[in-house]
């Protein structure tokens, strides 16, 4: 019996889907980078892929072209394809976008909030919650996000939420909570439970007050991530 292949680090994690279709096969290409279970740079060999789901080459590229123009993918030639990878200053940029794109849903959605808005929120804080006492930075980057889309929400602004959830999925194979300080995480943290107060007591300007501390907080702890975590792109 010949021994069973081993799949390199990138088509380990992809779920085996024999006779994907075109969407299963673009859903879990995504799933697999925005889930942080591959960090930035790694490679990712069609072949390989399309083994795991059991398809020819061709829909595995055409998903990686749709995610090429999602900002996940990179390719270059004679180099294949890569879980994308951003300098420290485009990931800085990229959460400059964010700060401004929340700020303006956030102003919207606690004039229109109500208690089940809140109770949405609060739920969400919680997980959040459980995932910093576990020092599960994984759950910590998937439960702020549920968190942070739990106050924007009632905003009802659908464009505007799409171009922040893109701009969002472009930083999480980055997943820089995992080597942020515990001191760091605390406040950032600690922001979080403000920002609920001031959501429940709808009060706008204190939300977007808190909202713009917490967001200059992250940035500047992105800013003083060490190069050396392999996760950066040279200029």
């Not at 080459?57 to 998903?63: G, H, N, Q, T």
């Not at 200053?89 to 976008?97: F, I, K, S």
């Not at 959040?128 to 994984?138: F, I, P, Q, Y």
């Not at 799409?162 to 600690?190: D, F, K, Q």
């Amino acid at each position: 019996m010949a021994p069973k292949r081993r799949h390199s680090y990138f088509a380990g994690k992809v779920t085996a889907i024999p006779g994907a279709s075109q969407a299963e096969v673009l859903n879990e290409l995504r799933r697999v980078i925005l889930a942080g279970e591959v960090p930035p740079g790694v490679p990712i060999p069609v072949g390989e892929v399309a083994e795991r789901f059991g398809v020819s080459p061709i829909p595995v590229r055409e998903s990686l072209m749709t995610l090429i123009g999602e900002g996940l993918v990179d390719h270059r030639p004679r180099s294949g394809y890569t879980v994308a990878q951003l300098t420290l200053a485009e990931l800085r940029e990229v959460y400059v976008v964010r700060r401004v794109l929340e700020a303006a849903a956030l102003a919207a959605a606690v004039v229109s909030a109500d208690d089940a808005d809140d109770a949405r929120a609060a739920e969400a804080l919680a997980a959040l919650e459980r995932a910093v006492t576990d020092d599960d930075s994984t759950g910590y980057h998937r439960e702020s996000r549920r968190f942070h889309m739990a106050l924007l929400a009632p905003a009802g602004m659908q464009r505007l939420r799409y171009v922040l959830e893109s701009a969002w999925n472009v930083t999480e194979p980055c997943r820089p909570m995992a080597y942020i300080g515990v001191e760091e995480r605390t406040a950032l943290h600690a922001d979080h439970h403000a920002m609920l107060a001031a959501f429940v007591a709808r009060d706008a300007k204190l939300l977007l007050d808190i909202s713009a501390t917490h967001h200059y907080r992250l940035e500047s702890s992105i800013a003083d991530l060490p190069p050396e975590t392999g996760l950066f792109a040279t200029p």
